[in-house]
């Protein structure tokens, strides 16, 4: 596509996903209509407020003629639909549609001939055909493939990252038929300075984003699993990753912690283990690495209570300061974030708990990071933020807090302990 053949793109869902790739597309030259459900959301983004902690969004925000708006019959004037509205589980870990389907609803009345709509929501295999697809043809009255197109372009996207981000990410791109997929492949390709692949189904496309985010999960627990071993054996399992990652080849360094947080990499698992369980296939492994992950927050709290243990101080009315509430460093996310976990665990032996994260405010009980400590017999690190990374022993030994709990294993051990302190990290 040329600047001449420039179409209207419509984005449904303007969050984490939604937003970063609604200010792209502006940026490029397509008119932008963002949509959502969230009055809230649509005045903060019309006001240029992003709605979220995020540089870049924030930047781009201001400069933008992107319009947002809850009205969905903009539908009709855009070319292009995406979709980018969250994919959750229920508490069961069932996989949650309604997002989906009540996105799919609002847009297939507006649906006319011609159009492509693309999800870029991350769904196991068969959501696009089974799930988008009718709804959108009895609503619409047209024909999938024949009078509309529909595409699946899963979103890479990690909050955050400084290098990697939407328009530099690789895409993989797969459609209902061929004219729909060259269509949806340019469209992309208009975008971003990554490779755009396209694939053989709309089904290979959506199990692409599962398999990763699996994958990462798998790897996860392979080292939290390490961690929990290594730290009845003495071994430090930091080093000993670090030392494996000195192999050239074949192996990829990943590193435990107080547990898997994050709107994808806790989620997305379970909607191929239930996918597959249809489908009469158990996931063994990628169920049982969902547990060792779920567990992380009990053992860092069983970390906390036994560091309280050997300086004789009870857990029952002790003051606790948990340090980050945010999935993961830097950012304001607080969707599965182990966090809320641990804070419940330690809540549950009668510890006091008090939060404190500078990117979520709203959510911490205390205002600073010395009133989260001052009275504070042990701290947890739940987020590595870089104020907690740049924490000296120094610091706790003056608000008399005499156990650390490095969820993230993001502070040097050897300081900490030199100091008398009690540190503990997550097999470290
Ligand atoms: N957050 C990430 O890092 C990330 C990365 C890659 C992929 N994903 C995937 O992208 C999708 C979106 O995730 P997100 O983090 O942007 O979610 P989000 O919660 O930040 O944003 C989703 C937005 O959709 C809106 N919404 C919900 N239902 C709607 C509806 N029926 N119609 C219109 N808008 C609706 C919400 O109000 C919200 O603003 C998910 O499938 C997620 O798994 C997320």
Redesign the pocket.
Known sequence: MNNKTKKTVAV????????PLALLASKKGYKVYG????EE?INLINKKES??VDDKVSKTLKKSTMEASTD?TLCREADILV??????VYDNHMPNL??????C??IAPFIKRGQLVIL????NPGVSEDVVLPILEKESGLKAGEDFYLAHC??????GDKKWDVENISRVVGSLEKNGLRIAVAFYKSLITGEVKPMGSLKEAEAV?VVENSFRDINIAFVNELAMSFSKLGIDVVSVIKGSSSKPFAFMPHYPGCGVG???IP??PYYLIEYAKVKDFDHDFLSLARRINNHMPKFTVDQAVRGLNEKKIPVKGTKVALLGLAYKAEID?C?ESPAFKIKKLLEGYGAKVETFDPFVPEESSARSFDEALKGSKAAVIATGHKLFREMKPSLLLKHKVEVLIDGRNCLPKEDFIKSGLIYKGIGR
């Open positions: 449904i869902g303007l969050g984490y996903v939604g937003l949509i959502d459900i969230s959301k709605p979220f969905f979709i980018c509205v969250p994919t959750p309604e997002p989906v389907e009540g996105a609803r609002g870029e929501s991350t769904v899963p979103e890479r996207i990690n909050p984003k994050g709107h994808c989620v997305d996310d969707r």
